[in-house]
């Protein structure tokens, strides 16, 4: 059985945007070896080039703007990516910590102490959208 995100949400359906799906593979990929490969094999032609061009700033501007194009297209998938597992992690801890205040108010029926720590709990949960 395949064990990735990608398969998991599969077998639940898939509700993402097109965009949410593309920022899923360019993570993944870019994450992997073969995007390495790719970026010293186009260091290694850029390099190899050099008798092509009369120019050596224009030989380097090439490199520089590709390298700045390809730089901000990654970092811009790559925080959305982030962004997204921070706002799923968290959503985890929030249902944890809802799991674990109602566990607490189940036995916090004679203790006061138990029944704060519910109501401090309980007050925590979210605390991140409010600051």
């Keep these: 059985m395949e064990r990735t995100p990608a398969a998991a949400t599969r077998t ?8 949410d799906r593309f920022v899923e593979w360019a993570h993944l990929r870019a994450s992997q070896a073969p995007m390495f ?9 850029w390099l190899v080039s050099l008798p092509m061009w009369s120019d050596l700033k224009e030989w380097q501007a ?29 959503e ?18 004679d203790d006061p102490e138990l029944r704060e720590a519910v109501r401090t709990l309980r007050d925590a949960v979210g605390l991140e959208e409010r600051h």
């Design 12 to 19: 639940r359906g898939d509700r993402r945007s097109a965009f």
């Design 92 to 109: 985890k801890v929030n249902v944890l910590a809802e799991a674990l205040a109602a566990l607490m108010t189940s036995s916090a029926a």
């Design 62 to 90: 090439v490199i520089h703007t590709v390298a700045a194009v390809v730089t901000l297209l990654l970092v811009v998938l790559l925080e959305n990516a982030s962004r997204r597992a921070d706002e799923a992690m968290q």
């Design 37 to 45: 490969v790719t970026c010293m094999a186009v260091i290694v032609l």
